[in-house]
């Protein structure tokens, strides 16, 4: 009974991790423009706030290649239950990074 509990668990996360890699290997270049893109809007002398922002954007890009391989690299373990956390990792960055550019956008302006 137990190595069937665990092989559902086995055929779970390796589903999960192969949409959350498709899905994230399609957004990645797509969160890479829009790094590009800030560098590229800013009119004239960026400030630090900007500059911040910026670096917050390309970190937001990096989350994805990370998950991806905390994703598989837990996988291998058999540790099936912490793919799920590892797969909501970009989300929550991304998510942090819109709240942290809604407070400090602002602030650049000043």
């Known amino acids: 009974m137990n190595e ?3 092989a559902k ?7 999960l991790g192969v949409i959350c890699t ?6 990645f270049p797509l969160f890479v423009f829009i790094g590009i893109l800030f560098l590229n809007l800013l ?9 911040f922002l910026i ?4 970190l937001n890009a990096l989350s994805l290649p990370v998950a991806i391989y905390l994703i598989w690299s837990t ?4 540790q099936y239950e912490k793919i799920a956390s590892f797969c ?9 990074w819109f709240l942290i550019g809604i ?8």
């Open 43 to 51: 009119p004239g002398k960026p400030t630090p706030i900007d500059r």
């Open 4 to 6: 069937v509990l665990i």
């Open 88 to 96: 909501r990792l970009p989300i929550f960055t991304t998510l942090g």
């Open 55 to 58: 670096f917050l954007a390309f």
């Open 103 to 110: 407070v400090l956008a602002p602030l650049a302006r000043t």
């Open 75 to 78: 996988y291998a373990k058999g």
């Open 9 to 15: 668990r086995k055929k779970k996360a390796a589903c």
């Open 22 to 27: 498709l899905i994230y290997t399609v957004l």
